[in-house]
């Protein structure tokens, strides 16, 4: 989850550094984005004085242009029919456990593993109607994908994905957990 709201918020300040001359930490920055009453709203998730590289850090899908490249097969597929004015995967696919599940990659740049695990974990599910309701443990990429990069200091989620299809990752639930073989080791951020 706090990956989410960090990109919303860099995406957002994005937006508005040209136009808002706030930084994104203050409270009248919150105050302008809720002002423009979108469809949700803004609040402090960290102190004023949070340096902005420390920010920066929790944003840890890393530049693929750094890093070894993997070939891409393109599938080419018609649509027939309207695509839908609105999507909501929880409403798609009620009977999969992981589509609802908020993930917390605490105080670690690893937001390239829980996205990941995420999706395959929502990927078997989808996959299997909801027959596999197997969540896929994030920390077992964090510390045992040796080309996925450098844990909490980033990472490359396409190597996740092929650490997936090549070695298979265990299962494994949030902090604390008992569900799976390898939780997440990091507290939840409070």
């Known amino acids: 989850m706090i990956a989410f709201e960090l990109l919303a918020l860099v995406a957002v300040s994005g937006v508005f550094s040209a136009s808002v001359p706030f930084h994104p930490l203050s ?3 919150i105050d302008h984005i ?32 750094k890093h070894k490249t993997t070939s891409t097969e393109v599938h080419n597929i018609a649509v027939d029919g309207v695509i839908p004015e609105n999507f909501d995967a929880r409403e798609n696919w009620p009977e999969c456990e992981s589509i609802r599940m908020i993930r917390d990659q605490s105080d670690c740049g690893s937001c390239w593993a829980v996205a990941a695990a995420a999706a395959v974990s929502d990927r078997i599910c989808i996959y299997s109607y909801g027959a596999n309701q197997t969540i896929v443990s994030d920390e077992d990429l964090l510390s045992c994908c040796d080309d996925c990069g450098f844990g909490c200091d980033g990472g490359y989620s396409w190597e996740a994905w092929n650490y997936w299809k ?4 265990v299962s494994g639930g949030p902090y604390n957990s008992t569900r799976g073989c390898k ?3 990091m507290q939840p951020c409070s």
């Open 34 to 65: 809720n002002s423009l009453q979108t469809t949700w709203k803004a609040g402090r998730n960290f102190p004023k004085d949070t340096p902005l590289s420390h920010i920066k850090r929790l944003l840890g899908a890393l530049d693929g242009k």
């Open 27 to 29: 409270d009248e920055f």
């Open 183 to 185: 939780a997440y080791s």
């Open 166 to 169: 090549n070695d298979g990752i």
